[in-house]
């Protein structure tokens, strides 16, 4: 039955990065042929405890029926993503002669993306979120009238699942922050 729960988010991270991609030679040559965007993203992680990967033996009720223990799975990122309406092009600067980059853009919001997910690791969003699964769980089984709940969380790696939507393909641009 607790595996029919799914998903408990139990943290959500927010923050806004400027990305600078660009592309330069290095040389007097990138005044005509260079291509230079910022990027204000905005965007947010949020994750949690998957409850269907829930297994038998992680959860173990007493003969009487008084107490429960119960093992979180670990934490994950359920996602990770931009918010469009607030992400924009700052300032684009292209060299007269350079040629159309559809991509720069996209490779600035791969970046940024990537950027958002490091910021909520670097915050502990992977502890954070199973100590909140805990703590959600241990009250939610006090509910249910058993005298004793002890519920063990641990945190997982601080990675987007590949099948993420929106995760990045492209070649990460040059960050500024």
Known sequence: QIRSLNRLETQSFAAERVIEAKVERGNPLDL??????LLIA?????????LSKLRDTDVVISADGTSIELKLPPSEIFVKRLDTDR???YDRQQGV???????LESQAR?????????????????????NDAQRSME?????LDFERVTVTSSA??????SGLPGAP?????TPTS
């Not at 005509?32 to 965007?37: E, H, P, T």
């Not at 002669?97 to 991509?103: G, Q, S, T, V």
């Not at 490091?118 to 992977?126: F, P």
């Not at 009250?139 to 509910?143: E, S």
């Open 139 to 143: 009250q939610f089984l006090k509910l």
């Open 87 to 89: 992400t924009r092009v």
């Open 32 to 37: 005509l042929l260079g291509d230079r965007l």
């Open 110 to 130: 791969a970046q940024a993306e990537g950027e958002i997910l490091n910021a909520a690791c670097e915050s502990n969003i992977m502890q954070k979120a199973a």
């Open 169 to 173: 393909t492209a070649p990460a641009a």
């Open 42 to 50: 905005s965007g947010e992680v949020i994750a949690g405890v998957d």
């Open 156 to 161: 997982g790696p601080c990675t987007a699942p």
């Open 97 to 103: 002669l350079a040629p159309e980059n559809k991509d």
